[in-house]
């Protein structure tokens, strides 16, 4: 579930945003948090270490591996692969910890400039036995056969993979395979096709060997001073004539399916370093995103969605602004009584319009937890269209929206204390209760009960438990006061006063045609908004799913707009149509319009589990719906409430401009 972003557009839009900053340090100095780069050079000859700002070692990290045909990653330790022993792992942050990202320090080190061949890293013995070397061996072969990948580390950079596809063209993976298989009827699956060795039936190729070539530029006018710009390997087979003494010659390793026996593993690699001036150190990531599949593709659909919305929510707003223009003058122009009762439409129905709705206290929490993740959102994705969400900072994004929803509480509780006050309630206590417990509490009941099935199946992705401690202290200690001191100034302020006073007795609504009724209008309302986002959906999905890098945050702040404007829109136009119709009930209507785009985004979600997805087992897929059913329910009230408050200031406005007798 990694994100990342153009490093050398976030630098310049964080330059010309912090232009004022820049004028009273050096602009060559300042770099994004978790940006700033690190310098190389050889070791000493004379092996004095002066005072030098550079780094002769390099150190590559593991992190967890995972599979697109399963939803359960695993650390690097749960493979019965080389280990460093006693050695201290990076310090993990939030974000990490909720994406099940495990850095560890890893045995594969190397010296800046410094040549290695068939370096050996160890080997590993297995007996079948006996049970811990058949269960680490078994466990082996299943990675294998999912289709696990390594992910490893170098300067805050991913090693990748390189490989030529279709149409000449290079896709740069930010992994590799532990193998392949070979089926009983000598099909080679996935990574098995790179080599015309692997033909042995129903047989697994372990990749033991890696080739590691690290790019470097050196920095001007400061020699001996080097940056790494490129970290590319390409995973290779050998059975080694002399594991004791490798040298990087034999028949590929193989691990037959109906192994008895004993069996010898060694594990090498080799590394060597090319300077490449042409690659800046800002532009290091250019060469993995301009690789992915379907890059053009995206940007020339985004690009045509956007104007499509664009044109429609136009077309809505010219309609609605020149039809309201017209009635508002026409009601004005009225001089008698006869000419009024001749009018219908939404004039009539002036006493009620304002009528408390049904279950007013469920509406105002889910008003309340929707502002909340509005303008968590918005905040960041605003701060990861300026850069400070950066690839080398990673779990920063997921970090953020934690803490921004954490300290969000203020707004939610005022909020929802605000519109439960105007609806004429008065259990402020059950009120200010269920806004800071109800939707959390779903989400935090639906998330552990992923994290138990991820704890049973022995998954990097489960969250320890005293992860699981901070976030209830988190929510209950600073999330939910915040919540009460909210909806204190909510409900100590006086409530909202409407435009036009409400009848005592309700008016009678008369019979609605299809077109009017409340479930059609519901259903219709959320496909234009949708419509909006499901191009920008698919690769959000794939970046989660499919582990594949996502970085076009300026585009995805764009759409987020377009939603709002759609969503507002979409809303206003069903809304003017019922009132028109004399059906005043528009408060839960507006809110499950815009809102009904999560159920459009859940149908979405299970095509594309079983269209584009190979995900297997019965963990994996409950696992998938589980956090998907999450991410419906935070896209429901973040729809709901923009429809709300587009329908609210729309029935507020032309309610005030009109003569209501």
């Not at 740069?172 to 392949?180: D, E, L, T, V, Y």
Request: with cysteine; proline share 5%; glycine share 6%.
């Amino acid at each position: 579930m990694m994100v990342f972003l153009r490093v050398r557009l976030a630098v310049m839009s964080a330059f010309l945003c912090a232009g004022p900053l820049l004028l009273v340090q050096d602009a060559a100095a300042f770099y994004l948090p978790g940006l700033a780069p690190v310098s190389f050079c050889e070791k000493p000859q004379d092996g004095k270490d002066a005072q030098r700002e550079c780094q002769d070692k390099i150190e590559v990290f593991v992190n967890r591996l995972d599979s697109v045909e399963s939803v359960l990653p695993y650390e690097y330790t749960a493979f019965d692969f080389c280990t460093v022993e006693a050695e201290k792992r990076p310090s993990e942050n939030l974000g990490q910890v909720l994406f099940g990202e495990r850095i560890e320090p890893s045995p594969y080190k190397f010296s800046f400039k410094q040549k290695e061949t068939c370096k050996h890293v160890c080997t590993k013995k297995y007996s079948t036995s006996k049970a811990e070397d058949k269960a680490n061996l078994d466990f082996l072969k299943k990675g294998m056969l999912l289709n696990y990948q390594h992910h490893w580390i170098v300067d805050n950079m991913p090693v990748t993979w390189c490989y030529d596809v279709e149409d000449n063209q290079k896709f740069c993976n930010p992994g590799f395979p532990i193998g392949c298989y070979v089926t009983d009827t000598g099909l080679a699956k996935d990574a098995c096709v790179v080599n015309s060795e692997f033909n042995d039936k129903d047989t697994f190729y372990i990749f033991n060997h890696v080739d590691i070539t690290i790019y470097y530029h050196n920095v001007e006018n400061e020699a001996p001073d080097s940056r790494l710009v490129a970290a590319k390997m390409e995973p290779k087979s050998y059975k080694q004539t002399n594991p004791d003494a490798p040298d990087c010659t034999g028949p590929p390793m193989s691990l037959s399916n109906k192994l008895n026996g004993d069996l010898i593993i060694p594990y090498t690699y080799s590394v060597q370093f090319k300077e490449d001036p042409n690659i800046r150190w800002a532009s290091r990531w250019d060469y993995i995103l301009e690789s992915m599949p379907h890059t053009n593709i995206q940007w020339f659909s985004i690009m045509n969605s956007l104007v499509i919305v664009l044109f429609l929510s136009g077309m809505v707003a010219m309609i609605m602004l020149r039809t309201l223009h017209k009635d508002i003058a026409r009601y004005n122009q009225m001089d008698s009584v006869e000419d009024a009762q001749e009018e219908f439409g939404w004039k009539l129905v002036h006493g009620d319009v304002f009528r408390p709705p049904r279950k007013g206290m469920l509406l105002s929490v889910f008003l309340g937890s929707g502002t909340q993740i509005f303008i968590m959102t918005f905040v960041t994705l605003f701060f990861a269209c300026l850069g400070f969400l950066s690839p080398a900072n990673r779990g920063a994004l997921m970090t953020c929206a934690v803490v921004l929803w954490v300290l969000l509480g203020t707004p939610a509780g005022y909020i929802a204390a605000r519109f439960y006050k105007s609806f004429g309630g008065e259990k402020w206590k059950t009120n200010v209760l269920l806004t800071a417990f109800l939707c959390p509490g779903v989400v935090f009941a639906d998330f552990f009960l992923m994290n138990l099935i991820l704890w049973g199946e022995g998954s990097s992705a489960a969250m320890p438990f005293g992860t699981l401690v901070a976030i209830l202290a988190l929510w209950f200690c600073i999330s939910v006061p915040l919540t009460f001191v909210g909806a204190y100034f909510g409900f100590k302020k006086a409530g909202i006063e409407h435009p036009v006073r409400t009848n005592q007795i309700p008016r009678q609504i008369p019979e609605q045609s299809f077109y009017t009724k409340p479930l059609p209008g519901i259903v219709m309302g959320g496909i234009l908004p949708f419509g909006c986002i499901f191009i920008q959906l698919f690769f959000i999905l794939n970046s989660i799913w499919s582990h594949q890098m996502y970085y076009m945050f300026g585009f995805l702040f764009l759409v987020f707009i377009i939603l709002v404007i759609t969503c507002s829109e979409a809303t206003i136009l069903l809304c003017y149509f019922h009132l028109c119709a004399e059906d005043y009930h528009w408060q839960w209507r507006s809110f499950l319009t815009s809102g009904f785009t999560a159920a459009y985004f859940l149908v979405y979600a299970v095509h594309y589990f079983f269209s584009k997805l190979q995900i297997t087992g019965l963990a994996s897929t409950i696992l998938y719906f589980g956090y998907t059913m999450i991410m419906a329910l935070i896209f429901f009230l973040f729809t709901g409430t923009i429809g709300f408050f587009a329908c609210f200031w729309f029935v507020t406005k032309i309610y005030s401009v009109v003569k209501v007798d």
